[in-house]
């Protein structure tokens, strides 16, 4: 068995909310640091997975009348699309509704009852739905709201067994006093301390108000919290209390959890006292990183703010996107995405530095050795520089610092385009006495970038991939097999554009056109809801007279998110002669629409309509109710006023929330 293990976790993600690019954030970094331990002779077990149980999944798969099971089937398909277009390595993802977990909670659960850290008792509090979280009244919002989505929390009393947690706090504050590393970086340590040290009450494990999630053994009604249940994932998936096939003994040693700083009680504090209660060694560390912003707000789905990590890596690249999010802001800090910025970087670190550097020592070596890389010596200083960036980028990864490692990488490339400027090849080529230091130049340089693509290899791996097959070179290798000076005689393959400059003008002219584009469109169509609202429509085209829209690039067209939805529940709005009152399924939330249908259809005929719905529109007040978003519909209109509708519908089957194109 090799003694150089790593086990490297993410959260687990909550199946109903739409992958976003905080999810993308936490598993490429998770993604970086087990590609790089791979290139180090690591044995690596890199895991993610879905939470799939609490009252949210129990809600929405009521309102559209599935099971949860059969909902969570569907929607944690969103999160694995998602890890398979950022090339993300994992070797195994956890569902919490699968057998070997429940199998898992449950042996925990009897476990701590029988050596009585488990109890029954009572348990009131204010509770937030959405959430699944009970919230204490000292970090209540105003109104009684939930301090993290602002939404009204409902009291809450029920039976519930408890976690004796309490008999644990003090043996946790003597590890976390001994081990400074245990929670990263320092300011999360401090704040988990000193949470600590004011007292930690027994915790509530077990509810009574809902049926999705596991039963508590032995005592059916109860199932177990949702919180509670999620954590244990990370031995679950490592086969405890069985041990798999020697994972957990394997594994289990060299744990570390990487979080958002908005989860770090649950991962700091009720995680590993509960390790404690099971007689577990705690993990190495659990690392906090930060928030991404927009524009300086939270983002959320009601702003329609929420960045899609899809669009992103379609737009601009998979490996731009990546090294962006890992090279722009320190691992710990919050940081607030600007497309801007990573054009910038795209043009700056990308293309300029990295891919000038590749271009032009491919074609130097190509004009002056005929495409075959010099033998000989290398150059001392660069191999030196080498050799010191290797540390840097060791020291910093462990110290999970991406950005740090990223810059001392950008240094060497930066090192080594100076090179070309300071030893000028093209006048040594010029001169046959100068055979040798030309030789050495571009060994040196094409050994450089050898190292660089085995460097940033676990940051771009189809960058590296690109590159390496354009140095004529198999395969990567491990960073202690590299040898500076082993590349002589390689046969070089053409040169090709890395990344491709993006011509800013340009794309800014496109980027405003585009929110340019997106902001009339939503004032359009809040004109629009405004003639539903019972507004005489002026200078209405004649009949059969077709006004066409002015052109549009496929670019605009993709600001439309538009989406597959279920009418759940149409409502008549009295005040309204009309519009109806619609819920519709989204199948990662629900939302209320108004719609100006009612002249067509009867309530009956649309519940259960699957639809398209325009999501992203501004939202609009109409006869007192906000209205999100717009189902579409075509029609015949006379005089303004449409005489025939028929609503826009998928023909086939397929999932709730799938994004129209
Ligand atoms: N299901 C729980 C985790 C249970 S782990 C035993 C959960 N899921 S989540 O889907 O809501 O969030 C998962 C992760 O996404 C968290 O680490 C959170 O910090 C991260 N992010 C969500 N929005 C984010 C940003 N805007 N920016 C960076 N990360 C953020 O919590």
Redesign the pocket.
Known sequence: MSDKNFYITT????VN?VP????A??TIACDVMSRYKRLKGYDVFFLTGT?EHGQKIQQSAEKQGITPQALVDKIHLNFKDLWRVLNISNNDFIRTTEERHIKTVQAVFKKLMDQGDIYKGTYQGYYCVPCETYVPESSMGENKTCPDCGRPLTIMTEESYFFKCSKYVDKLIKYYEENLSGVMPKIRYNEIMSFLKSGVRDQSVSRTSLKWGIPVPGDEKHVIYV?FD??I?YISALGWPDDGQGKFKKFWPDAYHM?????IR?HCVTWPLMLLALGIDLPKSIIA?????FNGEK?SKSKGNVIDPFKMAEEYGLDAFRYFLLREVPFGNDGDFSELALVGRINSDLANDLGNLLNRTLQMIESYRGGVVPSGAVNSELKDFAAKTLEAVDLNLNKFAFDEALKSIWAFISRANKFIDETEPWKLAKDAAQADKLDCVLLSLYEALRFIALLIAPFMPDTADKMLAQLGVESLGGYDAFEFGKGADNKINKAEVLFPRIDIKEWQKNYEAKREELRKRMESLNLENKDIKDVEVKDAPAENVIEHEAEIGIDDFKTVEMRVAKIIKAEEIKKSKKLYKLEVDLGYETRTVCSGIKAFFTTEELDGKRVILVCNLKPAKLCGIESNGMILAASVKKDGVSEQLTLVVPEADIPLGSRVS
């Open positions: 959260p687990i993600y909550y909310d976003h690019i905080g999810h954030y936490t939470d919180w999620a954590l994932n979080v958002g700083k908005d989860i649950f990183h930060g928030w991404w912003t983002m």
